[in-house]
């Protein structure tokens, strides 16, 4: 019965598949009774390793595919939007069991993935014979519009290494552990993405447009690199840190989605923490619901498409809440007495800095659909300020406890 179930969800989405669904959904009904005679335990272990092993044959079938010499049996993939719910599901898992776990989790995946890259971007290096190119390092010949173009896909790759911030009321010495780790966040993960970028570009020789033009620019490089099969372990590489990446965002937004619903400003649910496991937990399934739902929505466009608009739209929610930090901060020292000209010079730089990468995102105008992302996300952060002040004036001591909590 298992594997007729599993058959009936997992084959080719065309137009026998509802009738395979339902012809799934009668069978689990025809044996209910059977069903409920088995002593079934709960464990969260099951559904991770049921979840982990489902996402390891997916990705394992999709490489042995691209060898495309394979059985027909073996050459039945799921739905692409199978396996994001998917790996929805199994982000939503860690994140709702136990917020210790989920940290440590996130943090052992990404030290995997960012040795594994490291140690094949050296091996690329060291296959080149030199490590100086002189191209990259003439800056001049760059120009101002190759600047412009790529900052906000340059931000949106930076972006996160704050979401430590979110976690100050579950961590321990907030005010000197959370401090420390937004910088090292901020310098390591800048460090690595200048090395990578670097190294990748002295991988084809100084023709980034490659890389630019290519869904799969690792395939590129290494492959110039005569090290073309190495490419699927910086890809699998790749997929735990997107996993690791999504889990420590699940949590970020939650416990912001945690606090509003405390306050009234979702719904009440949204504030409630599980007692068990001591997690927002109606939070965290609401933000993975979400993260599903435009998951479905851009199923029908390319993989390199999508991430192209929802990172270019993310990342002005980003520019916004940096650019009003920077203009805050010093003011909220300068409220307790302790601002410096040192403080109100970074500030500046801050404002000025996400200023010119919104301007460079506006001119020169970018191709469609990128040129009406600003003006979306401009409506959508105006819809949001409308829903926050109703709400806000209807409640005005709920608002000012959500901003103290929130600071």
């Given amino acids: 019965m298992a594997c007729f179930v599993s058959t009936a969800f997992s084959s080719d989405f065309e137009y026998l598949y509802p009738l395979r669904v339902i012809a799934g959904g009668v069978m689990l009904v025809a044996y209910r009774a059977e069903l409920r005679a088995i002593d079934w335990r709960w464990s969260w272990r099951a559904p991770v390793t049921g979840i982990a092993v489902f996402l390891i044959w997916i990705v394992a079938a999709k490489l042995l595919l691209s060898g495309h010499a394979m059985p027909d049996k073996l050459a039945m993939m799921p739905p692409g939007w199978l396996f994001d719910l998917a790996f929805v599901g199994l982000v939503w898992l860690f994140a709702h069991r136990d917020i210790r776990l989920s940290s440590r989790v996130s943090l052992i995946l990404e030290m995997l993935s960012l040795i594994i890259i490291g140690v094949i971007t050296a091996m690329i290096v060291a296959h080149r014979g030199y490590i100086v190119d002189r191209v990259q390092l003439d800056l001049p010949q760059i120009g101002f519009a190759g600047v412009t173009s790529a900052l906000a896909f340059a931000v949106f790759s930076f972006v996160g290494f704050e979401s430590a911030a979110t976690l100050a009321k579950e961590s321990r010495n907030p005010t000197q552990t959370i401090p420390r780790v937004l910088m090292l966040s901020a310098g390591i993960a800048g460090t690595f993405f200048v090395v990578i970028a670097y190294a990748m570009v002295l991988g084809v020789n100084d023709e980034a447009g490659i890389i630019a033009r290519s869904a799969s620019p690792f395939v590129e490089v290494s492959g ?16 735990i840190s997107a996993f690791a990446c999504a889990l420590a965002s699940l949590n970020a937004v939650s416990r912001l989605m945690f606090s509003m619903g405390r306050y009234g400003f979702l719904h009440r649910a949204i504030g409630v923490i599980n007692q068990r496991h001591g997690t927002p937990h109606f939070a965290i ?19 390199i498409d999508a991430f192209g608009y929802t990172g270019t739209f993310a990342t002005f929610g980003f520019l916004v809440v940096y650019l009003l930090i920077s203009v805050v901060a010093p003011l909220d020292l300068s409220r307790a007495g302790i601002m410096r000209m040192r403080h109100l010079v970074v500030g500046a730089v801050g404002v000025l800095l996400m200023l010119f990468v919104f301007f460079g995102s506006l001119y020169p105008v970018p191709d469609y659909p990128y040129n009406l992302l600003p003006y979306l996300f401009a409506g959508y952060l105006a819809a949001g300020a409308v829903w926050f002040y109703i709400a806000a004036a209807r409640a005005p001591l709920n608002a000012d406890a959500l901003l103290r909590d929130l600071e």
Avoid: N
Avoid at 224 to 239: K, N, P, T
């Fill in 224 to 239: 110039r690199a005569g090290m073309a099969a190495i490419a699927e372990i910086v890809y699998g590489a790749a997929l």
């Fill in 285 to 303: 399934a609401a933000a993975a619901l979400s993260v599903a739902v435009i998951c479905l929505g851009l199923a029908r466009f390319r993989p």
